[in-house]
């Protein structure tokens, strides 16, 4: 009997936000009554996954904000990019056994517990190796991707600000897609416009 599918989930939470401007943290922002943060690591709690948030080591208010259940990546030179965080989670994930590591920034408010089952899903039937990537509805690429094991190495040794793009663009023909549903997967909010955008579109 086949052992059951073991995916890990690693959210990245470790930016300064700066392009929010003074005072602000995007992922402390209130989405329906929680921090963004925490939202979204509920979101992938539902999943079944076990899920880590990357965090920078001076933010003690978005650690505060985690529900019970999330393990916490300090990641101490978060400064130097996000290709750190990245690194962080999949030296955590090497050797623990995990079937793949998907990667989801934190500021993604549109993406759902039902997106990320789907792409796990859909993961899980695809040939060894295989590197999936959200779309959204056009096609166009976003996030989450997942990354099977072989690519845990290369992603513990990510540095820089670029995240796992040389990683995808090396990858070729084993980055296969799913389409998330409208623009799910390429919603991210990283300014006050972008927020104030975001919110009139819900009708507040």
Do not use: C
């Amino acid at each position: 009997m086949a052992r059951p599918f073991n995916p890990a989930i690693l959210l990245l939470a470790a930016g300064a936000s700066r392009r929010m401007g003074a005072g602000r943290d995007k992922l402390m922002e209130d989405v329906d009554g929680a921090p963004l943060l925490a939202r979204s690591a509920q979101t992938a709690l539902k999943t079944g996954a076990k899920v880590m948030v990357a965090l920078p080591p001076d933010r003690s208010d978005r650690l505060a904000a985690l529900p019970q259940g999330v393990h916490p990546v300090i990641v101490k030179d978060a400064h130097m990019g996000m290709g750190r965080s990245i690194a962080a989670g999949a030296q955590m994930a090497q050797g623990a056994g995990y079937d793949a590591l998907m990667i989801l920034p934190a500021d993604m408010p549109d993406i759902t517990a039902e997106d990320l089952s789907a792409l796990l899903g859909q993961y899980e039937t695809l040939p060894a190796r295989s590197i999936l990537r959200a779309t959204d509805q056009t096609g166009l690429a976003g996030h989450p991707v997942i990354f099977p094991p072989a690519d845990f190495a290369a992603l513990s040794a990510l540095q820089g600000d670029m995240g796992a793009r040389a990683i995808l663009q090396t990858a070729g023909a084993r980055v296969l897609y799913h389409p998330l549903p409208g623009t799910h997967a390429t919603t991210d909010l990283d300014t006050p416009q972008a927020w104030q955008d975001w919110r009139a579109s819900r009708g507040r």
